[in-house]
């Protein structure tokens, strides 16, 4: 099969396919005008690759699989460097989650910090129409008596 239709199969793209094949991941042959040809075994190969790099490994995480890619991965129990890899994949994760929680939080931080800052301002602002309103009420209702009283 061509390129194409095995980015269809696996929905995946042409350019990750090449990019798997430049990794040593995944083969092809040439037919004579030059197109990559792909055995029927490539679609499996490349839903395993794809499994493996959804569960967070790299492409050089997964070349340590590539004796395995041909069958079905998710029910064959990795090797211990397999399982030596994954393990050092999640604590990087687990790093990158604890680092982005912190971010987050120092960021909901700062907006309830702003929120209520805005929130005394819109106060204050307030108050300070309230003592204007009620400075000019004052000012009119003097202005007023003045001109009742005849002052």
Same mark, same amino acid.
């Given at each position: 099969?061509?390129?194409? *239709?095995?980015?269809?199969?696996?929905? &995946? &793209?042409?350019?990750?396919?090449?990019?798997?094949?430049?990794?040593?991941?995944? !083969?092809?042959?040439?037919?004579?005008? !030059?197109?990559? @040809?792909?055995?029927? !075994?490539? =679609? @499996?190969?490349?839903?395993?690759?794809?499994?493996?790099?959804? $569960?967070?490994?790299?492409?050089?995480? @997964? =070349?340590?699989? =590539?004796?395995?890619?041909?069958?079905?991965?998710?029910? @064959?129990?990795?090797?211990?460097?397999?399982?030596?890899?994954?393990?050092?994949?999640? $604590?990087?994760?687990?790093?990158?989650? &604890?680092?982005?929680?912190?971010?987050?939080?120092?960021?909901? $931080? +700062?907006?309830?910090? +702003?929120?209520?800052?805005?929130? *005394?301002?819109?106060?204050?602002?307030? %108050?300070? !129409?309230?003592?204007? %309103?009620?400075?000019? &009420?004052?000012?009119?209702? +003097?202005?007023?008596?003045?001109?009742?009283?005849?002052?």
């Amino acid at each position: 099969m061509r390129i194409g *239709e095995l980015a269809r199969r696996t929905g &995946t &793209t042409a350019r990750a396919l090449r990019h798997y094949e430049q990794a040593g991941l995944l !083969g092809s042959a040439r037919a004579a005008n !030059g197109y990559r @040809v792909y055995d029927e !075994g490539a =679609a @499996v190969r490349v839903a395993n690759i794809r499994y493996l790099l959804d $569960a967070g490994l790299t492409l050089d995480d @997964v =070349a340590a699989f =590539a004796s395995c890619l041909d069958g079905d991965l998710p029910s @064959v129990r990795p090797s211990a460097r397999g399982l030596e890899i994954a393990r050092d994949r999640l $604590a990087v994760l687990d790093a990158r989650i &604890t680092a982005q929680t912190a971010a987050r939080d120092r960021l909901a $931080a +700062t907006l309830a910090r +702003t929120r209520a800052g805005a929130a *005394e301002d819109a106060e204050d602002a307030g %108050d300070a !129409g309230d003592a204007e %309103d009620a400075g000019a &009420t004052e000012a009119a209702r +003097t202005a007023g008596d003045a001109r009742i009283s005849g002052e």
